[in-house]
């Protein structure tokens, strides 16, 4: 279980996180949506140890990672997947090497192991046998695949994905929203979602948080968001800018 108490981040005068509090169950998978400069990617750092807040706490199984030292916090990060925007691949590596790359680097697992460990990733996520390939000569869809398999290949207990169709087309962001919910449903990860994308925001969150201004503005089912008369979610999910009269 995650929990998030409180929480409040400044960046000088900018006041990024005002109060957040949330709770992660074990094995849910939840999306957290709302505008750009949100403050949702500062959320998912704090969760994942790579932030600390001016003041409240995220605890991780009880654990309060505001107490932690950071050789205990690299313990709790290596608990966390992370699928990052743009993939993130190192350009000069084969996918082998980019998908076990802290493996490789660690040296705790025999070779052959961690190879073993790689196919079985790429398995995973449809792209068998393309170990040798480069970044170059994926295209987008593969480059996601791939690292969501980078995530995968450590035996994560929860999972974090920064805007995962963010670029991709229509077709190639519903198979990739599709392998997601595969990866949750087959391997029950605890899952959080960061997304603009409302169909992937529906499929993904069994809960959805929505943040506005700092804050958690809404918290409920799928059905429920795009159901609700709150007119700042009405905005959000229907895509409809803000007018001169609503910012006054």
Same mark, same amino acid.
Not at 22 to 33: D, F, K, V
Not at 46 to 61: A, F, K, N, Q, Y
Not at 154 to 160: H, M, Q, R, V
Not at 174 to 186: A, G, R, T
């Given at each position: 279980?995650?929990?998030?108490?409180?929480?409040?981040?400044?960046?000088?005068?900018?006041?990024?996180?005002?109060?957040? @509090?949330?709770?992660?169950?074990?094995?849910?998978?939840?999306?957290?949506?709302?505008? @750009?400069?949100?403050?949702?990617? %500062?959320?998912?750092?704090?969760?994942? &140890?790579?932030?600390?807040?001016? @003041?409240?706490?995220?605890?991780?199984?009880?654990? @309060? $990672?505001?107490?932690?030292? !950071?050789?205990? $916090? /690299?313990?709790?990060?290596?608990? *966390? &997947?992370?699928? *990052?925007?743009?993939?993130?691949?190192?350009?000069?590596?084969?996918?082998? !090497?980019?998908?076990?790359? %802290? /493996?490789?680097?660690?040296?705790?697992? #025999?070779? =052959?192991?961690?190879?073993?460990?790689?196919?079985?990733? $790429?398995?995973?996520?449809?792209? #068998?046998?393309?170990?040798?390939?480069?970044?170059? !000569?994926?295209?987008?869809?593969?480059?996601?695949?791939?690292?969501?398999?980078?995530?995968? %290949?450590?035996?994560?207990? *929860?999972?974090?994905?920064?805007?995962?169709?963010?670029? $991709?087309? #229509?077709?190639?962001?519903?198979?990739?929203?599709? /392998?997601?919910?595969?990866?949750?449903?087959?391997?029950?990860?605890?899952?959080?979602?960061?997304? =603009?994308?409302?169909?992937?925001?529906?499929?993904?969150?069994?809960?959805?948080?929505?943040? =506005?201004?700092?804050?958690?503005?809404?918290?409920?089912?799928?059905?429920?968001?795009?159901?609700?008369?709150? #007119?700042?979610?009405?905005? *959000?999910?229907?895509?409809?800018? !803000?007018?001169?009269?609503?910012?006054?």
């Amino acid at each position: 279980m995650i929990q998030v108490s409180d929480l409040y981040k400044n960046f000088g005068k900018n006041r990024v996180l005002r109060g957040i @509090s949330l709770t992660i169950n074990t094995g849910e998978s939840i999306a957290i949506i709302g505008r @750009s400069g949100c403050g949702k990617s %500062v959320l998912l750092k704090h969760i994942i &140890g790579l932030m600390r807040p001016d @003041s409240g706490e995220v605890i991780v199984d009880g654990k @309060s $990672l505001n107490r932690l030292s !950071e050789r205990e $916090l /690299l313990d709790v990060r290596r608990r *966390f &997947g992370m699928v *990052f925007q743009g993939a993130a691949l190192f350009d000069s590596l084969t996918v082998e !090497e980019n998908v076990g790359f %802290v /493996l490789f680097r660690e040296r705790k697992l #025999p070779v =052959h192991e961690i190879k073993k460990r790689v196919s079985e990733a $790429l398995e995973m996520v449809d792209l #068998p046998g393309i170990q040798d390939k480069m970044p170059s !000569e994926l295209s987008g869809g593969m480059k996601k695949r791939v690292g969501l398999a980078r995530a995968l %290949v450590y035996k994560p207990e *929860f999972i974090l994905y920064d805007e995962p169709t963010t670029g $991709l087309d #229509p077709i190639v962001a519903d198979s990739i929203d599709k /392998l997601m919910m595969k990866v949750w449903e087959e391997l029950k990860i605890t899952s959080i979602t960061v997304t =603009h994308d409302m169909r992937t925001a529906r499929r993904l969150g069994k809960r959805i948080f929505m943040m =506005h201004d700092g804050r958690i503005h809404f918290s409920g089912s799928a059905d429920e968001l795009f159901g609700s008369s709150d #007119p700042i979610v009405r905005k *959000f999910v229907n895509g409809i800018s !803000e007018t001169k009269e609503d910012i006054s």
